[in-house]
Nanobody
Framework: VQLQASGGGLVSAGGSLRLSCAAS????????MEWYLQAPGRQRELVAT???????NYADSVKGRFTISRDSAKNTVYLQINNLKPEDTAVYLC??????????????????WGQGTLVTVSS
């Protein structure tokens, strides 16, 4: 199973971006999908979570500006970021946990990270 994040880029303050993270491979099911950010010199921070049922949770620092969603049919999670601020500049990483089929066809638990996508916000 692999996670591929995309959608980052350079944007002016006040702008918006939509990040995507697609899971591929022999996936049986995906439970929780998450977005993290890692700013220069700072620890990785969990910003948003979405469960298989669609329940969401956000870090207080991003509530009202970040929206997480998922397309379970495409095994993809999205992060809509509005009103971007220079302090949002970071590498955004996705993570997912669920079940995949191992070589014997048995559902096996996984937790994976995507490679990250860089968001740079200019003032």
């Amino acid at each position: 199973v692999q996670l591929q994040a995309s959608g980052g880029g350079l944007v002016s303050a006040g702008g918006s971006l939509r990040l995507s993270c697609a899971a591929s491979g022999s996936i049986s099911s995906i439970n929780t999908m998450e977005w993290y950010l890692q700013a220069p010199g700072r620890q990785r921070e969990l910003v948003a979570t979405i469960t298989r049922s669609g329940s969401t949770n956000y870090a207080d620092s991003v509530k009202g500006r970040f929206t997480i969603s998922r397309d379970s049919a495409k095994n993809t999670v999205y992060l809509q970021i509005n009103n971007l601020k220079p302090e949002d500049t970071a590498v955004y990483l996705c993570a997912a946990e669920g079940l995949h089929y191992d070589d014997s066809g048995t559902p096996t638990a996984f937790r994976l990270w995507g490679q990250g996508t860089l968001v740079t916000v200019s003032s």
